[in-house]
């Protein structure tokens, strides 16, 4: 059954809606479990090229079409829209790597060391894959920052028994699950976890003192005031939201795929953490050494910052609240 979209309410006039935050909408996208692929074609001098996708998915039975978004500012925006076909290759849990290897900017032969073979419209078929769908391009949309490509299977195969790689909540799900398991069960130790948080961190705020651009610095600053502003009369899950929200912005300062993703496992515990582990008081004391870490990136002084988070864990961890370390 189809529902008309009434005239009355197609008159009501627009309510007043708040803006999207960018950091929790990517949030919220992440609550939609997805799979993963490698989607691949050739560039212009028949070199095989290709990136990870998590947001790829049917379209059509019959005729049958696909399709995933690419990002406006992807190195493969050019190539994919020059291109007459792609091909997409659905990873399997065991191919994680692979799919590390094909997110990261840094790596500029990202098929070196891997196997794959063409397929019959010569697009890159990559081994071992659970499923792979050869296409022509059947439209291409702007849409926003992104594009979004159609394609028609012209060939497919696999099925291998493999179960399937699955992006959730910024994760891949066996890690983000077994860790979630390891937390709440109190296998991970609080010394292994502090110096997991210095070590990575401390990278990201050495990074993040380089790379960061103001409008990062801004978002930092902002996940600050709000940390500040939910205090007492807030809910656990506010407070929570305010803390992952600042090292996510951290993590998104640092520019780099890899950690990111690290970042993004570390929040899940974190989460985790504050939800069944330790019941996070408000910590005004701390309030201060957020600020200065702000303070430090503003100044390009990536020391002075891995100082104050430095700082920040050793005094959460000392004088944490006797009831807070109960499990
Ligand atoms: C799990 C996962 C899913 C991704 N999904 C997409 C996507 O749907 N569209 C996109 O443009 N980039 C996506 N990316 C990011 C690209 O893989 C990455 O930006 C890009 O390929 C980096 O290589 P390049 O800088 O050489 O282009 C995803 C990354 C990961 C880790």
Redesign the pocket.
């Known amino acids: 059954m189809t529902h008309a979209v009434s005239d009355v309410a197609r008159d009501e006039p627009a309510a007043q809606v708040a803006p999207i935050e960018p950091t929790l909408f990517r949030q919220l996208l992440g609550c939609f479990p997805t799979g993963?692929a490698v989607i691949t074609t050739r560039d212009a001098g028949g070199r095989p090229v290709g990136?990870?996708?998590?947001?790829f998915s049917s379209v059509s039975l019959e005729p049958p079409l696909v399709l995933?978004?690419?990002?406006k500012a992807?190195?493969?925006l050019g190539t994919f829209r020059a291109a007459e076909g792609f091909a997409i290759n659905i990873l399997s849990q065991r191919q994680d790597a692979l799919?590390?290897r094909?997110?990261?900017?840094k790596i500029a032969d990202k098929f070196e060391g891997v196997a794959w073979r063409a397929g019959p419209l010569g697009m890159p078929v990559i081994d071992d894959c659970l499923a792979s769908f050869e296409c022509s391009v059947h439209a291409c949309h702007e849409a926003g920052d992104?594009h979004v490509f159609i394609g028609e299977v012209k060939h497919m195969g696999g099925g291998g028994a493999d179960h399937a790689l699955v992006?959730y909540k910024g994760a891949y799900m066996m890690l983000a699950e077994s860790l979630r398991t390891l937390v709440v069960q109190g296998r991970l130790g609080s010394a292994d976890l502090d110096e997991a948080y210095r070590t990575l961190y401390g990278t990201l705020l050495r990074l993040a003192s380089e790379r960061a651009t103001d409008a990062e610095l801004d978002a930092i600053e902002m996940a600050v005031d709000d940390i500040e502003r939910h205090q007492g009369s807030d809910t656990l899950a506010q407070r929570i939201e305010s803390a992952s929200r600042f090292f996510c912005a951290i993590a998104d300062a640092g520019h780099n795929?890899a950690l990111t993703?690290m970042a993004q496992t570390m929040t899940t515990i974190l989460r985790e953490r504050m939800t069944h582990v330790i019941p996070v008081l408000p910590r005004p004391d701390l309030f201060p050494l957020r600020r200065e870490v702000v303070q430090c990136l503003r100044r390009r002084d990536a020391g002075g910052a891995v100082a104050a988070l430095d700082e920040l864990i050793t005094k959460l961890r000392k004088d944490a609240p006797v009831q807070a370390a109960a499990a």
Request: net charge neutral; glycine share 4%; hydrophobic share 40%.
């Open positions: 993963v990136l990870t996708c998590n947001s995933f978004s690419l990002r992807s190195s493969l799919s590390g094909f997110a990261s900017s992104h992006f795929e993703l």
